[in-house]
């Protein structure tokens, strides 16, 4: 089945899968990224009081969703990475959304006016990962292993505290942390953590939806899990622009700079999911992957803000999934990108997944994120560290998860440098890019003890 090289895959890269295993392998990574995928127009909406759209911008977000996924994984003229990219919009963009929202309701603008605004400047935004990824050469000397390593760790370190808010019941729970919270991610983690285990291929393979299976019976039976009503509207046709296409470069601005920021995050992501890809990562092949990713992350942000959904960036979220199941084929992108269509296209399907209870998908994600930040710590680790890598790695890790635990960091300085800077990836990855540039490689004494072995060696003969 699986090649030597990939003696740790069921699936390799290129290699094409049953329809029956990519189904379910499939299934696992949609459930892996959903709740990152209608989170951000939830929030958004709230904020922006666009309730009444609320469940269109789901909608919409699962569509776009889908159909960057499968741009990513087809990569058809050099678009797309060729690999499994689930997308997905970053919480990078929350906060400058949100203030885009704010001051067009402050000048006067109604919700239809705030979503034509916010999804016209995406529109023009998206050009700044489709112009980047023409320069992917010149920027390999920033995108080091040490670098991009500490990014997917830093990123993997935040989303286990989603994973673990998430399992204790969710912010908003009333029984958040409760006994019967904890209990349900266990069983849910234990589940999953047992299968993944087995030799048995098809238990691997199906791992986290027999284990998500597993906790919603349990949640079921304990009372803490009901499925209500699924909604009136059973397709939902999509349409360009619906609401307008308006522009501003004020609000522009700030979206522009979190596009470039999460350039970064989406280097780390695409690095981690070619070395659990067993891929190469520092030849023409890896930077022809990254050269094609970006770009699809660009073309799937047009596709997202024609669609109504805020920007879709290449997600973390699914990268373990790979490790776990392994199953690595890019064919298995094809089904999650028809999943997410679907979910998007027939809001039903995606009601019942969303109302999947949180301390469930909590347990769930915990064993998946952590292998996002192992994933991480392997990149950094492929050759020893000198003092420099690690006053480097120290340092990005430092205000990375410095600035995250202590938002009030940022408090005093200007509100757009809390929203950019405001993410462990974002912070510990622009430390890292400056200390990189700034601090003079160390030279090795390898080469001087090599001439001096074979001197001595010349002198004994």
């Not at 990152?36 to 776009?64: E, K, N």
């Not at 004494?445 to 060696?457: L, M, T």
Request: charged share 10%; net charge neutral; proline share 5%.
């Amino acid at each position: 089945m699986a090649d030597e090289k990939n003696d740790t895959l069921i699936y390799g890269l290129e290699q094409k899968i049953p329809p029956l295993p990519a189904f379910f392998s499939a299934l696992q990574h949609v459930l892996a990224g959903l709740v990152g995928i209608i989170t951000p127009p939830l929030i958004i909406g709230a904020t922006l009081g666009l309730g009444d759209w609320m469940p269109y911008l789901i909608s919409m977000s699962l569509l776009a969703s889908g159909i960057g996924t499968f741009l990513q994984s087809n990569r058809v003229w050099g678009i797309g990475a060729g690999m499994i990219c689930m997308q997905g919009t970053s919480f990078a963009f929350l906060g400058v959304a949100i203030a885009g929202g704010i001051w067009v309701k402050g000048q006067g603008g109604g919700p239809q006016d705030i979503m034509a605004m916010l999804f016209g400047v995406n529109f023009v935004a998206a050009l700044v990962p489709v112009i980047v990824s023409r320069f992917i050469e010149p920027l390999k000397k920033i995108f080091t292993p040490i670098i991009t390593g500490s990014v997917i760790a830093l990123i993997g370190i935040s989303l286990i505290k989603v994973s673990v808010i998430n399992w204790c019941g969710g912010e908003q729970s009333q029984a958040f942390g409760s006994m019967s919270n904890i209990a349900l991610g266990a069983v849910t983690l234990g589940a999953i953590v047992l299968l993944s285990c087995a030799k048995n291929r098809w238990l691997r393979l199906s791992s986290v939806v027999v284990g998500i299976a597993v906790g919603c019976v349990a949640a079921a039976l304990s009372g803490n899990f009901h499925l209500t009503g699924i909604g009136d509207t059973w397709f939902r046709l999509p349409s360009l622009f619906p609401f307008g296409f308006q522009f501003n470069s004020a609000i522009f601005l700030p979206i522009a700079l979190v596009s470039l920021v999460c350039i970064l995050e989406a280097v780390g992501d695409l690095t981690a999911n070619c070395l659990i890809s067993k891929q190469s990562i520092d030849d023409g092949a890896f930077r022809s992957r990254l050269k094609g990713g970006i770009l699809a992350d660009g073309i799937s942000c047009m596709i997202a803000a024609m669609l109504c959904a805020f920007p879709n960036t290449t997600f973390a979220q699914n990268n373990g999934v790979i490790q776990m199941t392994g199953v690595a084929s890019r064919y298995v992108g094809r089904y999650i990108g028809v999943i997410l269509i679907l979910l998007g296209l027939f809001p039903p399907f995606g009601e019942i997944l969303r109302q999947i209870p949180t301390p469930v998908l909590g347990g769930a994600t915990m064993v998946m994120f952590g292998c996002v930040v192992a994933a991480g710590i392997r990149i950094i680790t492929q050759v020893p560290l000198n003092r420099r890598d690690m006053l480097i790695v120290g340092l990005a890790f430092g205000f990375g998860l410095g600035v995250e635990a202590v938002p009030a960091f940022l408090a005093h300085f200007p509100p757009i440098i809390g929203n950019l800077f405001g993410s462990a990836a974002t912070s510990g990855g622009l430390v890292a890019i400056v200390l990189n540039l700034i601090i003079p490689e160390e030279k090795t004494a390898a080469p001087v003890a090599a001439a001096r072995s074979s001197n001595d060696s010349a002198e004994s003969l």
